[in-house]
C-alpha cells in the first residue's frame, strides 16, 4: 500500500506539473532528489487533483494611478509657465482659499517648455527662464494647499523626449516640487475623490473644437466624472446617458504670449481661462464671465 503524499510532496508536485513538466521528467525530478514515488503514483495524483501546466503573470506592471483625496479641491490645467496668465491664477487661487479649499490638483502642461520647440527659439526663451517660472507656480500652490498632486501632459514630454526617454514624465516634475507631500506621477492623469464622488483628471490625447466634447467621450468610455485639459476650452456637460460630469476646465496661459497663437492663423477656437473647484463632489466651473458671481457668494 503506498504511503499517503506529504504536504511537501504535494506542494513539490504541483509546483513542476504547473511549470509544464510531463509526468516522465517529474518521475526523474523526485528520484534524484530522494523522493520515493512511482510514474503511475505520479500520473494518477496529478490527474486526481486535477493540476495542469500555467502561464506566468507578466512582470511588467504600472503604478497605481495618484489620488488626490480632497473634499474641496482646485483643478488647473495648462499653465503653460512662463507663458503663465498669472493674475488668473492668483484670482482663482484666493477663491478657492476663501472657500476652505485644502486639495490642489494640476492636470498637465504646468510649463510649457518652449525652449525645445521650434516656437520658444524664435522669441528666446530658455530652459533656465522656463523651471525657475515653474518652480515658482508649483511653491505657491505648495504653501497654499494640503494635499497637492501634479501630472504632466503633452508638453512635459517634449523634454521626455528629447532625453529619449532617459527620464520619466513624474521625474520632470519632480525637478519643480519643494515639498516632498507633492505627488506627481508617469501618467498623464489621476484620480480625486472628493464628496464620495471620483473624477479622472486628464491631459487627453485627443483635441477637439467642440467644448467638452472630449471629456464627454472619455466620461463614456471609462465610466467616470472627467475633468480635462489640453484642449484649452471650456464647457461642462453630462455623458450622454446622464451618468457622469465631463467637463472642459478651460486653461490658465496667457494666450497672447504664446506664438504660435498669435503668429500664426488658424481656425481653432480661442484659448480660454478657466478652473476648476470641486466642492463635495459638485464640480463649479469658473470662467471669466462668472469668477465675480462666485467671489461674491458667501462661502459655502
Known amino acids: 500500500m503506498p504511503s499517503e503524499w506529504s504536504p511537501p510532496e504535494l506542494a513539490l508536485l504541483k509546483e513542476l506539473v504547473e511549470q509544464g513538466l510531463n509526468d516522465a521528467q517529474i518521475f526523474e525530478r523526485f528520484q534524484s532528489g530522494g523522493i520515493s514515488r512511482t510514474y503511475k503514483g505520479i500520473q494518477i495524483k496529478r490527474q486526481r487533483k486535477g493540476w495542469r501546466a500555467r502561464m506566468k503573470p507578466s512582470p511588467f506592471n504600472l503604478d ?44 498637465g502642461d504646468i510649463v510649457d517648455f518652449s525652449s525645445v520647440s521650434y516656437w520658444g527659439r524664435t522669441i528666446g526663451i530658455e530652459l533656465d527662464d522656463e523651471e525657475e517660472a515653474a518652480t515658482n507656480v508649483v511653491m505657491v500652490l505648495e504653501k497654499n494647499f494640503k494635499h497637492k498632486v501634479l501630472c504632466g501632459g503633452n508638453h512635459e514630454m517634449r523634454v521626455v523626449r528629447k532625453l529619449e526617454h532617459a527620464k520619466k514624465l513624474g ?82 496661459l496667457d494666450a497672447k504670449r504664446v506664438g504660435y497663437l498669435e503668429e500664426e492663423m488658424s481656425t481653432n477656437p480661442q484659448a480660454v481661462l478657466g478652473a476648476v473647484i470641486v466642492m463635495e463632489g459638485i464640480p463649479v466651473l469658473l470662467g471669466q464671465d462668472n469668477i465675480e458671481f462666485y467671489e461674491r457668494c458667501a462661502v459655502p
Do not use: M
Request: glycine residues 10%.
Open 64 to 107: 497605481k494611478a495618484a489620488l488626490l483625496e480632497a473634499d474641496r479641491a482646485l483643478l488647473l490645467f495648462d499653465i503653460h509657465a512662463p507663458l503663465h496668465h498669472a493674475i488668473w491664477i492668483e484670482r482663482v487661487i484666493d477663491l478657492a482659499l476663501k472657500w476652505k479649499v485644502t486639495g490642489v490638483g494640476v492636470g
Open 171 to 252: 521625474s520632470v516634475l519632480d525637478g519643480f516640487c519643494g515639498d516632498p507631500t507633492t505627488v506627481t506621477t508617469d501618467r498623464k492623469w489621476f484620480w480625486l475623490e472628493s464628496g464620495g464622488q471620483k473624477f479622472r483628471v486628464a491631459h487627453p490625447k485627443n483635441y477637439n473644437r467642440i467644448p467638452a466634447r472630449t471629456a464627454q467621450a472619455l466620461a463614456s468610455k471609462y465610466r467616470c466624472n472627467v475633468i480635462g485639459g489640453h484642449n484649452h476650452l471650456w464647457g461642462q456637460t453630462r455623458d450622454v446617458s446622464n451618468g457622469w460630469w465631463a467637463i472642459d476646465a478651460g486653461c490658465c
